[in-house]
């Protein structure tokens, strides 16, 4: 019995310290959606998006968490008087639109010859 106590206790202090083998602590993971649900809200306000448009977006992250991040990043920007930064409207692409990128634009006929497409190009060699 004597021996076996030293052995158990050989066996069980390295496993004291579970972070060590990547398991995380309920308070590690609660922070750390605390800290990324503020970190959402911050950038959502510094993009001049509403707290509703964040929270439509971030279904998964803590409301509560994006909210005290905009909060934060509102007093922040008013303190210091800067201005949000939306982000640039995102181009309209032609995919978009149900259509490939060489089907867009105008007709082979007519488009002038240095812009035709790869398609015409290869007509043309093969008429030659």
Same mark, same amino acid.
């Given at each position: ?25 309920? @308070? ?6 605390? *800290?990324?649900?503020? %970190? +959402?809200? &911050? /950038?959502? =306000? ?6 509703? @448009? ?6 998964? *992250?803590?409301?509560? %968490? +994006?909210? &005290? /991040?905009? =909060? ?14 939306? *982000? ?5 692409? &032609? ?24 398609? &015409? ?8």
């Amino acid at each position: 019995m004597r021996r076996l106590h030293p052995l158990l206790l050989a066996v069980l202090l390295p496993l004291a310290g579970c972070d060590q083998l990547g398991i995380e602590s309920p @308070a590690a993971v609660a922070a750390k959606r605390e *800290a990324e649900g503020k %970190a +959402i809200g &911050a /950038g959502c =306000r510094h993009a001049a998006r509403s707290v509703e @448009a964040c929270y439509g977006q971030n279904k998964r *992250a803590d409301k509560a %968490a +994006i909210f &005290a /991040g905009w =909060r934060e990043m509102n007093d922040y920007m008013r303190e210091n008087k800067l201005e949000a930064m939306p *982000a640039p409207a995102a181009p309209q692409s &032609a995919e978009a639109d149900g259509e490939t990128v060489a089907d867009a634009g105008e007709p082979e006929e007519a488009k002038p010859e240095g812009k035709a497409d790869g398609k &015409a190009a290869k007509k043309t060699a093969k008429a030659h």
